[in-house]
């Protein structure tokens, strides 16, 4: 059975496609991805003993550029799941104009599970079984979910090692998101969870609103979830949930953003914090709020969680959180959703930018990452928002919309070869 992600992606791919009359060759080109590498590697677990770990890489197109997005661990990992990863990607990259196209991969198994020594096996024997299919000029994975910088620094150190000691330090953009001791920029690991801030700046800035005071809850509380928190404190908004693959905490009075982050540091999970008895899933969606951030997996937001809701915004930080009946519901309370192609593009800009970096030489300081950011996100939201007013269309539909006609645009200049 297709991962229903892969299919809400093409449904919404294909019925934009036809409002805009997509040229047909075009829509038959992106309707599946370009290559889908599947590797089996082997890996020497602390006990002595061998496991074969399945390890994907989807990359969906690269006519705008490069193929760039993330990689996974997580043991629900599976090849429809990466097919409409990297097509999202394909959308979030031509949709913030970067010379990008768009790719997803990862590894079918628990992070949690295995040691941090096995970890850095798995990492570097994943990257060493992809072989020349990544490269800073051919496919340019970053983290996603189950993985931070310390996982792309292991993966460029990987890399670079297989080639020639002259080519090395040409090489280190193999990757992006890694830490900056290792040729990373500044402003990466914040940069998903900013970005989504600065489009929920936005919305408020056109309302006229100030999100000073407002309430706010957020499901999960890893990089994307937790770096939003920050970048939400610092507008003085009020934190009233949070809930993680260990269940939910919840406080009208106000979630210690810092507190909260210093546990999970510390215990990887919300469990444990500050004596909140921990509630479970269906309390969390109730909650009133003005604002909700999914920032966990794909499909959280059904048909009945869309009904409980008791906000008036969703704010995409996760890929693919709202299903599409959950999005139907959306529309009819007349909640407002501000997508994840555009939500959480701040992760690919600022990938870019480190990019960039690597390829010049230059170290960025981070009043010029976040202004660069907050730059190319707000003009994309800009743009969205009026193609969505212009054509009476919902936010999403005008992601896609925008993105699609710049694809559309690069293929009848190129023209297909031979
Ligand atoms: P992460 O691994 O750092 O954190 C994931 C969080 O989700 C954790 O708090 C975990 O407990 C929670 N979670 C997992 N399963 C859950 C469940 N069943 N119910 C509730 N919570 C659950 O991952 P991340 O990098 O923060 O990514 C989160 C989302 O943001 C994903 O959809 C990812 O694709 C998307 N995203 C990430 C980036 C990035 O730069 N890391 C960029 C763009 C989009």
Not at 30 to 57: A, C, T, W
Not at 111 to 132: D, N, Q, Y
Request: proline residues 5%; contains cysteine; neutral net charge.
């Amino acid at each position: 059975m297709p991962d229903p992600l892969f299919e809400n992606v093409i449904r919404k791919f294909n019925d934009v496609a036809d409002r805009i009359n997509l040229e047909p060759r075009v829509r038959t080109i992106l309707s599946q991805p370009k290559n889908e590498i599947i590797v089996n590697f082997p890996v020497k677990m602390d006990d002595g003993s061998y496991r074969l770990f399945k390890g994907y890489r989807v990359q969906h197109n690269n006519v705008l550029g490069p193929y760039k997005g993330g990689f996974r661990f997580h043991e629900e990992v599976n090849l429809d799941e990466v097919k409409a990863l990297a097509m999202l990607m394909t959308i979030k990259c031509a949709l913030a104009g970067l010379p990008l196209g768009g790719a997803k991969g990862g590894i079918k198994f628990n992070p949690k599970s295995v040691s941090p020594a096995e970890m850095e096996r798995i990492t570097r024997r994943f990257v060493h079984a992809l072989g020349a299919n990544i490269g800073p000029f051919h496919d340019i994975p970053a983290p996603d979910v189950g993985t931070n910088a310390q996982t792309m620094d292991w993966m460029m150190d990987t890399f670079v090692n297989t080639a020639s000691a002259g080519e090395r330090h040409n090489l280190k953009g193999v990757v992006t998101g890694k830490s900056v001791d290792a040729g990373g920029t500044v402003g990466r690991e914040a940069a998903t969870g900013t970005g989504a801030v600065m489009c929920i700046e936005e919305w408020a800035h056109v309302k006229g609103l100030s999100l000073s005071g407002m309430s706010y809850a957020i499901q999960g509380f890893g990089n994307v979830g937790s770096w939003a928190a920050v970048a939400m404190a610092r507008n003085g908004a009020r934190l009233v949930a949070v809930n993680d693959a260990a269940g939910t905490i919840i406080d009208p009075n106000g979630i210690d953003v810092e507190a909260l982050r210093r546990h999970v540091r510390e215990h990887r999970t919300l469990e444990g914090f500050s004596n909140c008895a921990l509630a479970d899933r269906t309390a969390f969606w109730g909650v009133p709020c003005d604002i909700m951030i999914p920032a966990a997996l794909e499909n959280q937001i059904g048909a009945a969680e869309a009904t409980a809701l008791k906000c008036r915004l969703v704010a995409e930080g996760a890929n693919g959180p709202t299903t599409p009946e959950g999005d139907a519901v959306l529309e009819k309370r007349g909640i407002e959703i501000i997508p994840d192609v555009l939500c959480n593009s701040g992760g690919v800009i600022v990938s870019y930018f480190e990019w960039l970096q690597n390829k010049t030489g230059e170290a960025w300081d981070e009043e010029r990452v976040t202004h660069s950011l907050r730059k190319i996100i707000n003009k994309a939201h800009r743009e969205v928002a009026s193609i969505a007013a212009a054509n009476k269309i919902d936010m999403r539909s005008a992601c896609y919309w925008k993105a699609l006609k710049q694809i559309d645009r690069v293929y009848a200049a190129r023209g297909i070869f031979p």
